[in-house]
């Protein structure tokens, strides 16, 4: 079975502060994500990588970046974290290689709150 | 861009009836759609893939049904038990990125 591995459940971290969320996985996937859920806004891609050290902006990449510096890990970066990045953060990963029919994968997810 | 939309956004049924939960989207040109359980305050848990050259996709008491030309899935839960409460995400896939729709909150009342 994949495992997405996300390397914390819950943060608490102060407004200003930067933080480090980190995902591995263990299947050699190409693809890697990372979303945040928000209550009746659904999933929104932040940013997305299909290889190391490859990244692309997703639909909110605004206040956050990206290294990919292995193919297994992958990291959303808040450079200066502010309150209404409090969420619930999800990375997700996906074979790649040109089979576009690869199911997504989800880590259990990253409940920040800023304050 | 493509709208994924699911309806109802919640479900209260009573234990062993059968139901069904719909997504539509709005561009029929998907690679695959897939659904998704989400337990409160947990990831999302693959339940089915269907490609976009399949028709439906069966595991235990899930059925996925995929019809492409009018944007339409639907997912039907046989023989319903208070442990399927959850959300349930459809997600559809083009070009290696990924829709979601909002979800359906479904609670199997015992």
């Known amino acids: 079975d994949v495992k997405v591995t996300q390397s914390s459940r819950y943060l608490v971290k102060r407004t200003g502060e930067k933080v480090f969320l980190e995902c591995v996985q263990d299947m050699d996937h190409e693809n890697m994500f990372w979303y945040r859920q928000d209550p009746g806004l659904g999933l929104r891609l932040i940013y997305f990588?299909?290889?190391?050290?490859?990244?692309e902006k997703g639909d909110i990449p605004e206040g956050y970046s990206v290294s990919r510096e292995k193919k297994e890990r992958f990291s959303l970066i808040l450079e200066s974290a502010s309150t209404n990045q409090t969420s619930m953060y999800l990375c997700?990963?996906?074979?790649?290689?040109?089979?576009?029919?690869?199911?997504?994968?989800f880590g259990n997810g990253t409940r920040l709150t800023v304050t | 861009k493509q709208e994924v939309t699911q309806i109802p956004a919640a479900l209260s049924v009573p234990e062993g009836e059968n139901l069904v939960l719909n997504c539509s989207f709005t561009d029929s040109a998907i690679y695959n759609l897939q659904w998704f359980r989400q337990d409160p305050g947990k990831g999302l848990t693959s339940l089915l893939l269907i490609q976009s050259s399949q028709r439906e996709q069966t595991s235990g008491r899930l059925n996925a049904s995929l019809d492409k030309s009018s944007g339409r899935s639907t997912l039907y839960i046989a023989a319903s038990q208070p442990g399927d409460s959850a959300t349930y995400l459809c997600?559809?896939?083009?070009?290696?990125?990924?829709?979601f729709g909002s979800g359906t909150k479904l609670n199997v009342k015992p």
């Open positions: 997700a990963s996906s074979i790649g290689q040109g089979l576009d029919n690869s199911p997504l994968h």
């Open positions: 997600a559809v896939c083009n070009f290696n990125k990924f829709y």
């Open positions: 990588s299909y290889d190391v050290k490859m990244k």
